[in-house]
Nanobody, 125 residues
Framework: QVQLVESGGGLVQAGGSLRLSCAASGRTFSRSVGWFRQAPGKEREFVAV????????YYGDSAKGRFTISRDSSKNTVYLQMNSLKPGDTAVYYC???????????????????WGQGTQVTGSS
């Protein structure tokens, strides 16, 4: 069973940056890694996904142009670089796994498994 551990969250002023990490223990062969976020009282929202090879990525509307997802296979870790943060980015950020597929898109959170415990990101104005 693969376990995912998120880290890197914190409090950041508007316009600032954070880099989140999602470290996996165990084999993640043929598994894409997705990032989601959930704010209080809101649905879980897709942020970004990266394929197993790292060659394909896909972003949700809120992340396009500001966030970058990347993967370091040697460390079995996926990163989410978040720039130009806004108060509206405040949420708990989770990473999870999904089986690779030819067309990379976000999909529903129900397609993902092995969820991490989450890391809190708070954007202040």
């Amino acid at each position: 069973q693969v376990q995912l551990v998120e880290s890197g969250g914190g409090l950041v002023q508007a316009g600032g940056s954070l880099r989140l990490s999602c470290a996996a223990s165990g084999r993640t062969f043929s598994r894409s890694v997705g990032w989601f976020r959930q704010a209080p009282g809101k649905e879980r929202e897709f942020v970004a996904v990266i394929s197993y090879s790292g060659d394909n990525t896909y972003y949700g509307d809120s992340a396009k142009g500001r966030f970058t997802i990347s993967r370091d296979s040697s460390k079995n870790t996926v990163y989410l670089q978040m720039n130009s943060l806004k108060p509206g980015d405040t949420a708990v950020y989770y990473c999870a796994l999904r089986w690779d597929r030819p067309a990379v898109d976000g999909g529903s959170w129900r397609e993902y498994d092995n969820w991490g415990q989450g890391t809190q990101v708070t954007g202040s104005s």
